[in-house]
């Protein structure tokens, strides 16, 4: 039976839930593993056998990179140039989530 921890903040699984909530976020981490991209590179990778529309809206997108970013899953580094360069990159955190996606990834290889 799993039980409900509130020295650690609550269950897990609704943490866990809360985490991955969003329409791109596992697919943005999963995008990372290989390293840096910038804004443009990630909405492309995203387009990507899509199957739903053609188009990402920049507000749905910098809210995913900007929730990513605030739960340290992320960072984003601003070069500060014109034209602007920003690049994301994984944090610690957000490398310790491939083998879970990979996971995912594997079932759904498997079983859609």
Do not use: N
Request: aromatic share 8%; proline share 6%.
């Amino acid at each position: 039976m799993a039980t409900k921890t509130r020295a650690t903040g609550g269950c897990p699984v609704h943490r866990f839930q809360q985490l991955v909530s969003g329409k791109y976020k596992l697919r943005i981490l999963w995008d990372l593993q290989d390293g840096p991209l910038r804004y443009s590179e990630i909405r492309r990778t995203l387009l990507q056998g899509s199957l739903g529309s053609p188009v990402i809206p920049a507000r749905v997108l910098s809210r995913e990179l900007r929730a990513l970013t605030t739960m340290g899953m992320i960072s984003r580094k601003d070069y500060k140039v014109v034209p602007p360069k920003v690049e994301y990159t994984l944090t610690a955190t957000g490398e310790s989530m491939i083998p879970v996606i990979s996971v995912i990834h594997k079932w759904g290889t498997r079983y859609l």
